[in-house]
């Protein structure tokens, strides 16, 4: 018998320990491609001692190169039977896939395997999917998003867990290191030709980039994987951060998030990016299509002397800055605002569509005091029927006080009311008169004294 590399599968251990990716007695789907990598994972998990792992073995056989891909998942079939484990396999045309989604290859082949292994791990009921990934995936990773552009996020390159359920416990051994323990316990693996194809960034960077920056530092590999760690507890720590001032500063309803700007931007500026882009993430529930460019609109936005301005954004997200208050609305939720009457026939209850209600009834006699949810209408000057309907451009009013007309807008404009909330503000009309800006402000029409012995009073309950 040969026995494993005990100090390997010591340092294996720790990392799992120590970055809690899952316990003793789980079930785990180990992603078995037949490489050197996914190889020596499903022989270091069966070698973990006192974990008892439940072990199963999944492939996916992208048919991508013929008879060396059928190859591949018969030498994995045979490699899950030395082992005794169960194993589950799937054939997918990534080619067609790709075609057919108008994709590329590489996201053709991830999408097939995230659903292969998403499901697998639902049927089982396991608590992770094991992957190959080790320190020179990770230092790879970490150099192909440089190059393309990214942020402490993307720096800190492939998490030990993700939010999928993957787990990667081989991010601290090379890959050197894993065939060397291949080789020491007498297995065998499979090469894929298309490791070595340079049409593909990654295998550029392996083959090309790589090699030509161990000429400066021949310990290169080592080092990125080190520094994607640092990013990562760096980032997790603004994570933290991140989600105590988002909760402080932004408030969240169905469809929309707000923040009060002067508060707001007490934040430093790299601090707001990450609470702007946390906001958006919650609202919509991905951050697909936003980029930098974005966020600095938003953070422009907010910098700016102007007091109303809209910004579009991706998945259909419309940004509003209105005087001191930033407002992220889905498009749906814009939509959905839509005009409404309703005929206020006398005294009664009256529902509103969007659950808000009315009060009208005759006021008793004496000191009538109005407040800014509370108005009373002479029903000499004013009588029934009544129209409660939302406000639209040209409506004018009376104001208390007064004797000439005034745009409902401009009264808006001078009490600072937000755009978006001034289609939600009904206004209440006998006739062509407009009695009461609900909330806001009521006419002179509504002028009432203890005399009027028919005066209405009307409460607005929203």
Known sequence: MIFPDTALVSRVEQSIRRQGLFRPGDTLVVALSGGADSSALLDLLSQLPGYNLHLIVAHLNHTLRGAESDADQEFCRELASRYGLPFEVRRVDVRGMATELRLNLEDAGRKARIEFMDGLRTSYGAAAVALGHHADDQAETVLMRLLRGSGMTGLSGMAYRNDRGYVRPLLEVSRAELEQYLRSRGLGWREDASNCDTLYLRNRIRHQL???????????????????????????????????????????????????????????????????????????????????????????????????????????????????????????????????????????????????SLTVAVADAGVRTAGSCTAFVNSESAPFPWLIRTFRPGDRITPFGMSGRKKVKDVFIDRKIPASERTRIPLLFCGNDLLWIVGVSVSELCRTDTAVNRAIQVVWHG
């Open 210 to 356: 790589l090699p030509l920056l161990e000429e400066y530092n021949p310990a290169i590999r080592a080092s990125l994987a080190a520094t994607a760690s640092i990013i990562r507890e760096d980032a997790a720590l603004l994570e933290e951060l991140t989600e105590q001032s988002f909760a402080e500063f932004w408030r969240m309803e169905e469809g929309r998030g707000s923040c009060h700007i002067p508060q707001f931007r007490t934040l430093p500026l790299s601090l707001r990016r990450k609470v702007l882009r946390h906001a958006f993430r919650r609202l919509t529930g991905s951050l697909a299509e936003v980029g930098l460019s974005h966020i600095d609109a938003l953070c422009s936005m907010l910098d700016s002397d102007r007091p109303n301005a809209r910004l579009s954004l991706p998945q259909q997200v419309t940004a509003v800055r209105e005087y001191d208050r930033l407002l992220l609305l889905k498009s749906d939720k814009i939509a959905g605002e839509q005009d409404f009457e309703l005929i206020i026939t006398g005294p009664g209850n009256y529902l509103l569509p969007d659950g808000r």
